[in-house]
Structure formats: structure tokens, C-alpha cells
């Protein structure tokens, strides 16, 4: 059945309001709100604010896409901006949309349903054609 053009909730795959298409292409427009969803389902869905900040900071300053680190060629400046950054933007940006919870005491970030939920509609529109 086509959905009707009167009913927007019939054309999200996101969540069940209208603003859902929106708030799912608003979070994943950002490489760092990425990165933490992808990190986060590479490692069985559960990270510490620094473990996070320590990868995506060395995914940033990767010269060669195949280099092997132990993350020591990532300066201490560069992982603390990451980690500011995610601390005070996108990690709540996230949480907001009850993508991720985030643990404040222990700092620690899980996905959610919602998160792979949205990865995978990353993926389905990132995959060739």
C-alpha cells in the first residue's frame, strides 16, 4: 500500500513522530556522533567517555587509512578536545535521543535499540547501489 502523503508518520522509519526522519538524519550528519555509534557497536555496544575519545581522536589524525596504533601517535591535546566534545555536545545530543544512556558517575556510554536501530539505517544508505 502507498502511504498516504497526509500522514507523515507512514513515511518514517525512525521512531513513530513525524520530526523522527529529521532527528535521525541530524544525528548521524555528524562524524563524531558516528564514529561513536560505530565504536560503540564494534565493541559489543559499551565504551568509557576516554575510550571513546582515545579512538575517535585517532581516527581523526590517521594518516594512512591501514595503520596498525596502539594510539600514541594521538596527542593528549587532541584526545582532550575530542572528549570535551563529546562530553558536552554530542554524547548529550545522543542521549537526547535516547539513542545511547550515559552513566555521568563512571562515564560510561551504552547503545541502546534506538542507536543500532539508526546505525542500521546508516549502513542501508551508505551501502552501493
Known amino acids: 500500500m502507498i ?7 507512514s513515511l518514517t522509519t525512525f521512531g513513530e513522530r513525524a520530526d523522527a526522519v529529521e532527528t535521525a538524519l541530524d544525528l548521524l550528519a555528524n562524524r563524531r556522533r558516528r564514529a561513536v555509534l560505530e565504536y560503540l557497536e564494534e565493541v559489543g555496544g559499551s565504551a568509557t567517555l576516554t575510550e571513546l ?7 581523526e589524525t590517521r594518516t594512512e587509512p591501514n595503520v596498525i ?4 601517535d594521538v596527542s593528549s591535546r587532541d584526545r582532550r578536545a575530542v572528549s570535551i566534545s563529546l562530553h558536552h555536545t554530542h554524547i548529550p545530543k545522543l542521549a537526547n535521543a535516547d539513542v545511547v544512556d550515559y552513566a555521568t558517575e563512571t562515564e560510561t556510554v551504552t547503545l541502546r535499540d534506538r542507536g543500532r536501530a539508526l546505525l542500521d539505517r546508516q549502513n542501508a544508505v551508505s551501502e552501493p547501489i
Open 53 to 59: 575519545a582515545v579512538e575517535i581522536a585517532t581516527r
Open 3 to 9: 502511504p498516504l502523503l497526509n500522514s507523515p508518520e
Open 69 to 72: 596504533s596502539d594510539h600514541a
